[in-house]
């Protein structure tokens, strides 16, 4: 496997890291003060592409590939993981209209999303629908020309915000064959949005429950096939699974870069901490543990960028990234000694921030289901 990068991916990776140190950086406590990532950051993370890294140009994407976007969302990650979240949901959702959408919707949602002018959101999970999508409630039945939605989300990413949600409701019979998918646009009525979830970490992202009451859509917000919503789902998960690996990455990245600064400044016992055989030895693991992590994500997003079966990939290093990013962080605060448990570091942060990694988009218990169900049927 070749994993130097071509020259389209080092110039995406160079952008995304010059916009990250300059912009996110200074930005990422007001950030999760805030609560929000600011439009203005958002609008020139559109400007340069970083909204639609992996949709063709004639939708308003850059075209760049599955590789360019996980190097991009690694350098995003490594300076403010709640601006992380938010550009990944919206690649997910320009990346799910691109691949599943009419004309007309792509033509709509594709060029607005990649903009910056808004962000999108992901409505699966349900607050007795999490890992087992397949037992949703949320319905929508036929009534003429329309569909009307009943129903509630949980967890939604930027729900608060977005312009575009892509929606899943019941349609037909109980499991996974009667799911739908829909588009439903910010502030349609029937659409409510739901308190500010307080997190633990990613506090600079928005996440929210939302309530579907008599929300009435034209039949035309139909994504992909009628009952297919569940497939769209689950190929959109793949997809999205090595997004919040590469996420994992670049926050163990920032946390590894302030580790290494921290340990040549910090002296303890007339020596820099550096000189400490145990604080060399959490520097090796972390870095052993990162660069692990960099090979599986890469080779999930060549895997997905060359058009073959990537699923069981994008598991093991959506497991083991988040696995091992969580170690570094933690291993992060340790070097920091007190300090590390303060707000006037950034390794508390990432340490708050990266825990979610092995939950959402699939906790690690679901990802070694994937993962064991593959290994056994080979
Ligand atoms: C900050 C944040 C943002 C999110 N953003 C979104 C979003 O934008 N859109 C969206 O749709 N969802 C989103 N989610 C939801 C997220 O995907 C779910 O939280 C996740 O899938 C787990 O579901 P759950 O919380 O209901 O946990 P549960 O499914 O209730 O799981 C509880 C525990 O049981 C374990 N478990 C469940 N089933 C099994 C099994 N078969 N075998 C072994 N263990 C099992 C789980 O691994 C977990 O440890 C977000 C969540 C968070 C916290």
């Given at each position: 496997?070749?994993?130097?990068?071509?020259?389209?991916?080092?110039?995406?990776?160079?952008?995304?890291?010059?916009?990250?140190?300059?912009v996110?950086?200074?930005l990422?406590?007001?950030?999760?003060?805030?609560?929000?990532v600011r439009p203005e950051v958002l609008r020139e993370m559109?400007?340069?592409?970083?909204?639609?890294?992996?949709?063709?140009?004639?939708?308003?994407?850059?075209?760049?590939?599955?590789?360019?976007?996980?190097?991009?969302?690694?350098?995003?990650?490594?300076?403010?993981?709640?601006t992380?979240?938010?550009?990944?949901?919206?690649?997910?959702?320009?990346?799910?209209?691109?691949?599943?959408?009419?004309?007309?919707?792509?033509?709509?949602?594709?060029?607005?999303?990649?903009?910056?002018?808004?962000?999108?959101?992901?409505?699966?999970?349900?607050?007795?629908?999490?890992?087992?999508?397949?037992?949703?409630?949320?319905?929508?039945?036929?009534?003429?020309?329309?569909?009307?939605?009943?129903?509630?989300?949980?967890?939604?990413?930027?729900?608060?915000?977005?312009?575009?949600?892509?929606?899943?409701?019941?349609?037909?019979?109980?499991?996974?064959?009667?799911?739908?998918?829909?588009?439903?646009?910010?502030?349609?009525?029937?659409?409510?949005?739901?308190?500010?979830?307080?997190?633990?970490?990613?506090?600079?992202?928005?996440?929210?429950?939302?309530?579907?009451?008599?929300?009435?859509?034209?039949?035309?917000?139909?994504?992909?096939?009628?009952?297919?919503?569940?497939?769209?789902?689950?190929?959109?998960?793949?997809?999205?699974?090595?997004?919040?690996?590469?996420?994992?990455?670049?926050?163990?990245?920032?946390?590894?870069?302030?580790?290494?600064?921290?340990?040549?400044?910090?002296?303890?016992?007339?020596?820099?901490?550096?000189?400490?055989?145990?604080?060399?030895?959490?520097?090796?693991?972390?870095?052993?543990?990162?660069?692990?992590?960099?090979?599986?994500?890469?080779?999930?997003?060549?895997?997905?960028?060359?058009?073959?079966?990537?699923?069981?990939?994008?598991?093991?290093?959506?497991?083991?990234?988040?696995?091992?990013?969580?170690?570094?962080?933690?291993?992060?605060?340790?070097?920091?000694?007190?300090?590390?448990?303060?707000?006037?570091?950034?390794?508390?942060?990432?340490?708050?921030?990266?825990?979610?990694?092995?939950?959402?988009?699939?906790?690690?218990?679901?990802?070694?289901?994937?993962?064991?169900?593959?290994?056994?049927?080979?």
């Amino acid at each position: 496997m070749d994993f130097d990068l071509s020259e389209t991916q080092r110039m995406v990776r160079d952008t995304a890291r010059e916009f990250a140190t300059r912009v996110l950086v200074p930005l990422a406590r007001t950030a999760e003060r805030e609560e929000r990532v600011r439009p203005e950051v958002l609008r020139e993370m559109g400007e340069l592409g970083l909204l639609a890294v992996n949709v063709d140009e004639e939708l308003g994407g850059v075209g760049a590939g599955v590789v360019s976007y996980s190097v991009a969302m690694t350098e995003v990650a490594r300076a403010c993981a709640s601006t992380a979240v938010t550009m990944a949901v919206t690649n997910m959702v320009g990346e799910v209209i691109a691949k599943f959408g009419s004309d007309a919707q792509r033509k709509k949602y594709n060029p607005w999303l990649a903009s910056g002018e808004t962000v999108g959101a992901f409505a699966l999970s349900e607050p007795d629908a999490g890992s087992d999508p397949g037992a949703m409630r949320t319905t929508a039945r036929r009534d003429g020309d329309d569909y009307i939605i009943d129903g509630q989300k949980q967890w939604i990413t930027s729900g608060a915000w977005a312009g575009v949600f892509v929606v899943w409701a019941r349609t037909g019979e109980a499991g996974t064959k009667g799911i739908s998918c829909f588009l439903v646009e910010g502030g349609t009525p029937g659409l409510k949005v739901g308190h500010h979830e307080d997190k633990t970490g990613l506090r600079g992202s928005n996440t929210v429950p939302l309530v579907f009451e008599n929300c009435r859509v034209p039949a035309t917000a139909l994504l992909g096939e009628l009952s297919g919503g569940f497939k769209i789902a689950m190929m959109a998960l793949d997809g999205g699974r090595i997004g919040i690996a590469s996420q994992a990455l670049g926050i163990g990245e920032g946390a590894l870069d302030a580790s290494v600064k921290y340990a040549h400044d910090r002296r303890a016992f007339g020596a820099a901490i550096k000189d400490f055989q145990a604080i060399q030895w959490m520097i090796a693991d972390s870095r052993t543990d990162l660069d692990a992590s960099r090979v599986l994500v890469m080779r999930a997003a060549e895997l997905k960028e060359q058009g073959v079966a990537f699923t069981r990939e994008a598991s093991m290093a959506k497991l083991f990234a988040s696995e091992a990013a969580w170690r570094v962080c933690n291993r992060a605060v340790q070097v920091h000694g007190g300090y590390g448990y303060t707000r006037e570091f950034e390794v508390e942060r990432f340490w708050r921030d990266v825990r979610v990694t092995q939950i959402y988009e699939g906790t690690s218990e679901i990802q070694r289901i994937v993962i064991a169900r593959a290994a056994l049927r080979d």
